[in-house]
């Protein structure tokens, strides 16, 4: 009699491979080759002081991904949504695509002037845009142009911002993470981790371990990448040559639940006025290179990123 075998090694680490998604590209030439082609599923953590264009970094991230046809969200818990609409505007204003519809570049400050032009243009090129709340004309135009039909077709979102009061609780967020996913968005960040709370009465670092293991859990559930823009704890931002995985305020618990780590420092002797030189290093990344950096020029005028160098140790 043939011995049936009723577990296969073979088959189920080959369905496993199998159920793994393709990464997220970041459409960033140096920083994709060094991620191993871009976010891969699970929660990856930005850290950063403020001022260094961390929210910036995640807002440019959803834009290009957008542009590339990957449905995404933009959670902010410290702007409104018509101010990530301004900068969004601004960093489309600088790239080719919106020069070949006339539109000029732009600084976010001036949004009112530019914004009708910019609208014609970003539906041209069939980026929807969902947003929650109207603002002013030009989110409300961003509203309009997402219930409209695109050459006669329906397209599917593209981004999608929210600055709820609700996302700043970890239920709350964790609810509008399950929505966007089923919107269908493929990437979503986060902005930031140490304005959520747990509506709890334990300290920072319990508050704050909980909801890293919650979002980190969340992102592994979807199967999509999810970034946390993170501030970095005091002693980190006091002149420290190199920051470490470890530099996350109130809590150790994000370097063990992240996919990846990465933090971002301005170079100062490197900058301008107009133009901060910032080193984006990767501390943790379960696909690719750890200890590996990009060097970037950030515009904070057209909240714009563009890859100098790579600066691996």
């Not at 296969?8 to 491979?17: A, M």
């Not at 891969?40 to 961390?54: F, H, L, Q, R, V």
């Not at 020069?99 to 732009?106: K, L, N, T, Y």
């Not at 999608?160 to 996302?167: G, N, P, R, V, Y």
């Amino acid at each position: 009699m043939e011995e049936t075998m009723w577990f296969s090694p073979l088959d189920y680490l080959l369905g496993e491979y199998q159920e793994i998604k393709p990464p997220i590209m970041t459409h960033m030439g140096l920083l994709d080759e060094m991620l191993g082609g871009g976010w891969s599923a699970g929660m990856w953590a930005i850290m950063a002081a403020p001022g260094t264009g961390k929210s910036a970094f995640g807002l440019f991230n959803v834009l290009l991904a957008a542009f590339a046809g990957v449905p995404c969200a933009y959670f902010s818990l410290e702007m409104t949504a018509a101010q990530c609409w301004h900068r969004l505007a601004s960093a489309y204003s600088t790239t080719g695509g919106a020069a070949s519809f006339g539109v000029q570049p732009f600084k976010w400050s001036s949004i009112t002037a530019f914004s009708v032009a910019t609208q014609r243009a970003m539906k041209s090129e069939h980026v929807g845009i969902l947003e929650m709340a109207d603002r002013d004309p030009f989110v409300k135009m961003t509203m309009i142009m997402t219930r409209e039909k695109i050459d006669g077709t329906d397209k599917p979102l593209q981004m999608m911002i929210a600055s709820d009061a609700k996302l700043r609780n970890i239920t709350g967020l964790l609810g509008a993470m399950d929505e966007a996913h089923s919107m269908g968005c493929r990437l979503i960040v986060i902005d930031y981790l140490q304005l959520i709370s747990t509506g709890g009465t334990g300290s920072q670092y319990e508050d704050l371990t909980e909801i890293s293991h919650a979002i980190a859990g969340k992102a592994s559930e979807l199967g999509i990448p999810v970034l946390v823009i993170c501030s970095m704890n005091r002693e980190s931002m006091k002149g420290q040559a190199k920051p470490t995985m470890h530099d996350a305020s109130g809590t150790a618990a994000i370097e063990y639940d992240a996919t990846g780590v990465i933090s971002l420092k301005v170079l100062e002797e490197e900058s301008t006025q107009d133009v901060r030189r910032i080193e984006a290093r990767v501390h943790k990344n379960r696909a690719g290179l750890s200890g590996a950096a990009v060097v970037f020029d950030y515009q904070p005028g057209f909240n714009f990123f563009q890859a100098v160098r790579r600066a691996d140790e």
